[in-house]
């Protein structure tokens, strides 16, 4: 009697210890690449309406105060997988990383998830810690995409990235084991450059006018010499690759890539049946029309695929316990300071969007003003998972912000540092603190410094860094960035040399490594 008693004592244990593992919340993780968040209309776009993705914002939370720490692509899913800054997780820039580290995936999957990476990925290495796993090599293809595993690469004969990507992330919901939870990252390319959308999505846009920003002729004055350096501006650094420009009949191989990286000074476009030749502020004017509209046509995509993907948990039961969060990988800029792309500390490319759906404890329509970074996802999926979150993790879990409850010691400040210099874009490298109100900026290569008192100058436009009266925030914000700086462990590990790239290439270089 005692042994049975025993076993059913056992027994009764096993089956509560699983039923806890069974009610956990399963974690959709949908992260899209370049995404700026005021091209969400939840944010408040005036460019384009995403009803798929704001759906999350009136079922569930959105968060206004998400930023990344280093505003490029791959250090920024590095630092999501880890949990830790780029000076420690080991990738500063475009190069590999190290597949034996710990990841949160990692630390899921033995914490009893069933786990699967789809999409992009751009770290070089194969991903690790995931049960099931189909990635693009390097950047990808918009149309006809290779997507390999561990084993196998296959390529999709006339399909389209998104569509593809968001297929398999369902495939993978169909065919998981029901008795776990599962992870899912599901990584869009889109709307990533060179912006090339479907033909369903182009002939959406095709003749839209899109309003241009306040601060698309910014004229830089006040700022330092690396906003005037820089080579990411929509008006004389856009090749005609990015304009979609037809190139001469038989052009091929290098000749072709050479006259696509020309970045044109005029164009010639038809007009109502009439040549017309565009110069000066004209072709800057339709260079950011052509800019946008190619942008939110892939955006477009990646919203009805959302929807796609929110439906079938709604057909399958699993919405309820199933946290769906929607996010890009950094910000980016559309024409805001006559720039595309990211990499500066200003708001456009620093802010990320974050929108997160879950039932069970979130209140719909709910807005969360907290300071975010994006090595708090880490910690989140593992506090939401119940799996014990490592010391060495920087983040913190925003689990409590998700219910409302932001912690009375939450951080009223962040460190951001950005190395890729000169990089693609002769963007140089900076470091800064930002808080609720102000913003510090230092070009550390250029000893030049950035003060913006975001309160009264939310668009930056107005450097206060040695002006009369601003000595006393300055000193404040000096010594905050330099407490922040320590207490990241930031030591100028790399300040001063990065590896080399390792995240690009074809299949067979990536695969294995």
Known sequence: MRILASLVAVTAVVLTTAAATDSRPNIIFIMSDDHAAHAISAYGSRVNQTPNIDRLAREGMLMRNVFVTNSICTPSRA???????????????????????????????????????????????????????????????YFNPILYTATAEKTYTDRYVTDVITDLAIDFLKTRPREKPFFLMLHNKAPHRPWEPDAVHRAQFANRWIPEPETLWDPYTTRTDALHENLQRVVADMTRRDLKLAPPVGLAGAELTAWLGVKPDSVTIDRNGTQVTLTGEALGRWKYQRYMQDYLATIQSVDDNVGRLLKYLDDNGLSKNTVVIYTSDQGFFLGDHGLFDKRFMYEESLRMPFLVRWPAAIKAGATGEAMALNIDFASTFLDLAHVPIPADMQGRSLAPVFRGRTPADWRTSMYYRYYHDPGDHNTRAHYGVRTRTHKLIYFWKKDQWELFDLVNDPHEMNNLYGTPGQEAITATLKAELSRLKSAMKDDDQFANEQPPNGVDGPVAKLRGK
């Open 79 to 141: 630092a999501i997988l880890t949990g830790q800054y780029s000076h420690l997780n080991g990738v500063p820039v475009f190069n590999r990383f190290d597949s034996s580290r710990m990841t949160v995936a990692k630390l899921l999957q033995q914490g009893g998830y069933y786990t699967g990476m789809i999409g992009k990925w751009h770290l070089g290495s194969d991903p690790g810690g995931f049960d099931r796993w189909e990635i693009l090599p390097g950047q990808g293809a």
